[in-house]
């Protein structure tokens, strides 16, 4: 009877989940007036509480948002920001990025793995 048990445990499969960053979809399901983009395969988020008390430096632009949709989002798409808006890198934080809007500086968080 043991040996059995030990069999039976010995023969189980252990699985992991992976973990990975939430979607841009999955996100505004949660709060759909999210403020977020895509930049490459990372998703960035506004009103970020701990952002707050950050001073953070404008360093190079990355480009340009190239759409606002609520759905498929892709590099470049955002849910508030309007097309065209620059996105820049941030000297002191790689996990940061800048958009730029009427020369007000909005600091969007990257989204972490889960």
Known sequence: ?????IC?????????????PPS???L???????????WEETVYEANVDWTY?????KDQQLGV???TAAEHFNHGTASQLKKGTAIYSVKERKDLL?????????IYAAHAEG
């Open 1 to 5: 009877m043991m040996l059995l048990a």
């Open 8 to 20: 039976l445990c010995g023969c189980q499969s252990v699985r992991y989940a992976d973990s990975k």
């Open 24 to 26: 841009a979809e999955e």
């Open 65 to 67: 948002i190239q759409k």
């Open 98 to 106: 800048i958009a730029e809007l009427n020369g007000q500086i909005i």
């Open 53 to 57: 008390q950050l001073t953070v430096t």
């Open 28 to 38: 505004l399901a949660l709060d759909e007036q999210a403020d977020l983009f895509q």
